[in-house]
T-cell receptor, first 110, second 115 residues
């Protein structure tokens, strides 16, 4: 539930791939999400994955889910400067109960 | 045509004052939330309302009182503001029981600074 963990910082060069990792806690989570927060803005949904899937691809984004290890990752291919933001993973434990990770601040170096 | 709108965007006030933040959504969602984001960017649920009924009330001081006059609005009133209340407060909404993922839509945030 509450201790959803992420690395706090990640720096990559423009054009490289970024991989943001998340460890969640509740094995009964039905959906897992990735949100993006740009400076001074609210959180924006990027993508989500159903718990019975192990991979989902959406253009430059690939989500991998390892349910056994409760590990979720987001890969951004060909990272651009506009991808610089804070990325949050979240788990939907039941109904309206969501728990967010600590957030990973991604810096893309030109 | 903003989906989840909250006002004010910025609020600077003195310790001990009472203030309110308003939130409205035009998505037809039946569940609304208040989240608090601290200076380290940690995001924590405070309250959730479903069809005007309180369904989540995390460990929040009772100086914070949410009010939902209808399912499109969820306001947050804070009494006797303290320095530690300084944060960004996000309103969000979702549609309970929707087929597929229950997706949160967030407002742009209200930055509260208590001096």
């Amino acid at each position: 539930g509450e201790d959803v963990e992420q690395s706090l910082f990640l720096s990559v060069r423009e054009g490289d791939s970024s991989v943001i990792n998340c460890t969640y806690t509740d094995s009964s989570s039905t959906y897992l999400y990735w949100y993006k927060q740009e400076p001074g803005a609210g959180l924006q949904l990027l993508t989500y994955i159903f718990s019975n899937m192990d991979m989902k691809q959406d253009q430059r984004l690939t989500v991998l889910l390892n349910k056994k290890d409760k590990h979720l990752s987001l890969r951004i291919a060909d990272t651009q400067t506009g991808d610089s933001a804070i990325y949050f993973c979240a788990e939907n434990v039941r109904g309206n109960q969501f728990y967010f990770g600590t957030g990973t601040s991604l810096t893309v170096i030109p | 045509d903003t989906a989840v709108s909250q006002t004010p965007k910025y609020l600077v006030t003195q310790m001990g004052n009472d203030k309110s933040i308003k939130c409205e959504q035009n998505l037809g969602h039946d569940t609304m939330y208040w989240y608090k984001q601290d200076s380290k960017k940690f995001l924590k649920i405070m309250f959730s309302y479903n069809n005007k009924e309180l369904i989540i009330n995390e460990t929040v001081p009772n100086r914070f009182s949410p009010k939902s006059p209808d399912k499109a609005h969820l306001n947050l009133h804070i009494n006797s503001l303290e320095l530690g209340d300084s944060a960004v407060y996000f309103c969000a909404s979702s549609l309970q029981g929707a087929l597929g993922a229950n997706v949160l839509t967030f407002g742009a945030g209200s930055r509260l600074t208590v001096l």
